[in-house]
């Protein structure tokens, strides 16, 4: 199947810093990707959808200023974490949709803010 | 809203046995997919199995199937002959026509050597 990189893996930051985690789509052109959180022994939940050359799309309750999206090229979305609290520690997942519409999903990123 | 529930948060099922893991979901749309998504202890979401909802024959992967009753808005998921590999949590996902995805709450699978 298809391939979506993440990067960094784990991270820890010092509150009140920024951390951007990069996700990348290896061998296809992802023309959408997903940004999702999870809890420990949650489900996914989705935060935002990236759209390539666009702004991305928002859940409802997810803050636009605080996790900043960019999906600059048809391979690569970043999202930034801005002036991270020990609140946003969790576990982002991003993914990427291929021609045929399924998702293939990054490995994950844990996040830390101590 | 699209809602997909798994009733079962947890299973178990013997080395090389058979088990049914359940789905259900709520829709009004004709025209829709529907996935079953692994994530093992790396926390990786591995994509198991598709269903298009337009075809009426059930989507298999080597162990891996799926009983899809469109009427009943199910969409189970059979692993046959489960292996130590097979632990992990499962999550059943809904895509709408507009390309948003709906997961379930996941149902944590126990293989017993």
């Known amino acids: 199947g298809a391939v979506v990189s993440q990067h960094p893996s784990w991270v820890i930051c010092k509150s009140g810093t920024s951390v951007k985690i990069e996700c990348r789509s290896l061998?296809?052109?992802?023309?959408?990707m997903f940004w999702y959180r999870q809890f420990p022994k949650q489900s996914l939940m989705l935060m935002a959808t990236?759209?390539?050359?666009?702004?991305?799309?928002?859940e409802q309750g997810v803050e636009k200023d605080k996790f900043l999206i960019n999906h600059a090229s048809l391979t690569l979305s970043t999202l930034t974490v801005t002036s991270a609290h020990p609140e946003d520690s969790s576990f982002y997942i991003c993914?990427?949709?291929?021609?045929?519409?399924?998702?293939?999903f990054g490995p994950g990123t844990r996040l830390l803010v101590l | 809203a699209q809602t997909v529930t798994q009733s079962q948060p947890e299973m178990s099922v013997q080395e090389a046995e058979t088990v049914t893991l359940s789905c259900t979901y709520d829709?009004?749309?004709?025209?829709?997919?529907l996935f079953w998504y692994k994530q093992p202890p790396s926390r990786q979401m591995i994509l198991v199995i598709r269903?298009?909802?337009?075809?009426?024959q059930n989507a298999t992967e080597n162990r891996f199937s799926v009983n899809f009753q469109k009427a009943a808005k199910s969409f189970s998921l059979k692993i046959s002959d489960s292996q130590l590999g097979d632990a992990a949590m499962y999550f059943c996902?809904?895509?709408?026509?507009?390309?948003?995805?709906?997961f379930g709450t996941g149902t944590s699978l126990t293989v017993i050597p």
């Open positions: 993914s990427a949709k291929d021609r045929r519409k399924t998702q293939y």
């Open positions: 061998d296809f052109q992802a023309t959408t």
């Open positions: 990236s759209n390539e050359g666009s702004k991305a799309t928002y």
């Open positions: 829709t009004s749309e004709s025209d829709y997919y």
């Open positions: 269903q298009e909802a337009y075809k009426q």
């Open positions: 996902a809904y895509r709408s026509t507009g390309n948003q995805f709906y």
